[in-house]
């Protein structure tokens, strides 16, 4: 596709609820970032993969977060057992190479928690 | 302790006057990428301008500029011509090369800029 595609846009849980974030990179990017942005705050990283390999999942808030992108392509976040403080924008991001100057991002999966 | 410091929380400006928007990044690589972006009240991240830690001249994109000064760690965006649609949050980030070898951009709290006629 022409951009980086998240679904879904809009998520509404209950606590203790598991959810699946999915999101398709632009076509031939490399690399892909996944970002947890809190009401009024600044994206915060979670994991970053570049092809299909899981080069840093030190954001990665709990073993609650898992992150995979198996074939190199498409790429889901999952939360186990959600919290409240769960409850953000969930922004996923893709470049063309490990160095590639420019990032794309997508408009991000709202997820709220009650 | 903070990569990226965006100082000023909210600004205001006049429809067609220019603005700046203040960043200021720590870091002790010599390789480093600076980044804007700007986040309107839809969400997405809008690419908006790159500068490279070895690129010799401020980078510009239409009328966004990047006041580039290396020596001081600042890389300020100055928009000319400030338009109504400019409002939005805009995002300072830079990109490292930490020993592992991913490029992993972090951001700064943000600026929210508000545009009146």
């Known amino acids: 596709g022409a951009g980086v595609s998240q679904s879904p846009r809009y998520k509404v849980a209950k606590r203790g609820q598991d959810v699946a974030l999915r999101c398709d990179p632009i076509?031939?990017?490399?690399?892909l970032f996944w970002y947890q942005q809190a009401l009024g705050q600044g994206p915060e990283f979670l994991t970053y993969f570049q092809n299909e390999a899981q080069l840093d999942k030190s954001g990665l808030p709990s073993d609650r977060f898992f992150a995979e992108r198996p074939e190199g392509s498409v790429s889901t976040l999952k939360i186990q057992r959600t919290q409240k403080e769960d409850s953000a924008v969930y922004l996923c991001?893709?470049?063309?190479?490990?160095?590639?100057?420019?990032?794309?991002f997508g408009e991000g999966s709202w997820l709220t928690v009650v | 302790a903070q990569k990226i410091t965006q100082t000023q929380p909210g600004m205001f400006v006049q429809e067609k006057e220019a603005v700046t928007l203040d960043c200021t990044y720590d870091t002790s690589d010599q390789s480093y990428g600076l980044f804007w972006y700007k986040q309107p009240s839809s969400g997405e991240m809008i690419f908006l301008i790159y500068q490279g830690s070895y690129d010799e001249q401020n980078a510009t994109e239409g009328r966004y500029s990047l006041n580039f000064q290396k020596a001081r760690k600042s890389a300020n965006l100055v928009i000319s011509a400030s338009q109504l649609g400019d409002s939005a949050m805009y995002f300072c980030a830079m990109r490292e090369v930490p020993l592992g070898g991913s490029y992993i951009p972090t951001f700064g709290r943000g600026t929210s800029l508000i545009v009146h006629p």
């Open positions: 076509s031939g990017h490399v690399s």
């Open positions: 991001a893709s470049s063309r190479a490990s160095s590639g100057n420019t990032i794309y």
